[in-house]
Nanobody, 130 residues
Framework: QVQLVESGGDLVQPGGSLRLSCAAS????????IGWFRQAPGKGREGVSI???????????DSVKGRFRISRDNAENAEIHVYLQMNNLKSEDTGVYYC????????????????????WGQGTQVTVSS
């Protein structure tokens, strides 16, 4: 089982920036896809950005391309940290952001299927409002 702990959510004005962090641990993570989903009030959970732990493959939702950047580093004790740098935030970026990990998501050109991600963090709230 993979444990995921998110941090970094906050209230920010439109046009502002935030960086979300996710610490992944608990088992060998090589081969996993790790990334971020978000859920706005009254809506389903959507994939925002995903990164491979094997290579440089990434996925970005069309709505965040050019504004968000995902990255990762390998910390000590087999942990992996995944970051989501969010710039030029818009009100429609508001929602609960979840870190998720899945072994069977491998085609980074496809919209990530929530069902392929078996481990989830508790979520962190991002609110974009003036």
């Amino acid at each position: 089982q993979v444990q995921l702990v998110e941090s970094g959510g906050d209230l920010v004005q439109p046009g502002g920036s935030l960086r979300l962090s996710c610490a992944a641990s608990g088992r060998a993570l090589n081969g996993y896809a790790i990334g971020w989903f978000r859920q706005a009030p009254g809506k389903g959970r959507e994939g925002v950005s995903i990164i491979s732990t094997n290579d440089a493959s990434t996925y970005y939702a069309d709505s965040v391309k050019g504004r968000f950047r995902i990255s990762r580093d390998n910390a000590e004790n087999a942990e992996i940290h995944v970051y989501l740098q969010m710039n030029n935030l818009k009100s429609e970026d508001t929602g609960v952001y979840y870190c998720a990990a899945g072994f069977y998501y491998s085609d980074y050109s496809r919209v990530p299927d929530v069902g392929l991600f078996t481990s989830w963090g508790q979520g962190t709230q991002v609110t974009v409002s003036s």
